[in-house]
């Protein structure tokens, strides 16, 4: 099992930036993939972003070329973090970090994001 901690959201200008944070703890040896999701009001969880361990990048279309996906192996902890820039008030929701391989499945308790003038 993997222990996620997120930080970093907050209330942005449309057009503006934010760096989301993910420290990832526990059984990180056992990960295979990593991911960014987020979940708006009425509307289902879908994934914004993803990193394998091998390193390939996987994005929705919605966000490429707006958002960055990036990965940091420390001794205990893997820290995952999503760059979004050029930020717009559909990108408002709930971000949530996720972990997963053989045998687990992992979330976070989720970051706001809004996106708002």
């Known amino acids: 099992q993997v222990q996620l901690v997120e930080s970093g959201g907050g209330l942005v200008q449309p057009g503006g930036s934010l760096r989301l944070s993910c420290a990832a703890s526990?059984?990180?040896?056992?990960?295979?993939?990593m991911g960014w999701y987020r979940q708006a009001p009425g509307k289902q969880r879908e994934l914004v972003a993803n990193?394998?361990?091998?390193?390939?990048?996987?994005?929705a279309d919605s966000v490429k070329g707006r958002f960055t996906i990036s990965r940091e192996d420390a001794k205990n902890t893997v820290y995952l973090y999503l760059q979004m820039n050029s930020l717009k008030p559909e990108d408002t929701a709930v971000y949530y970090c996720?972990?997963?391989?053989?045998?687990?499945?992992?979330w976070g308790q989720g970051t706001q994001v809004t996106v708002s003038s």
């Open positions: 996720n972990a997963a391989g053989a045998g687990f499945d992992d």
């Open positions: 526990g059984n990180i040896f056992r990960i295979y993939v």
């Open positions: 990193i394998i361990t091998i390193g390939s990048t996987n994005y």
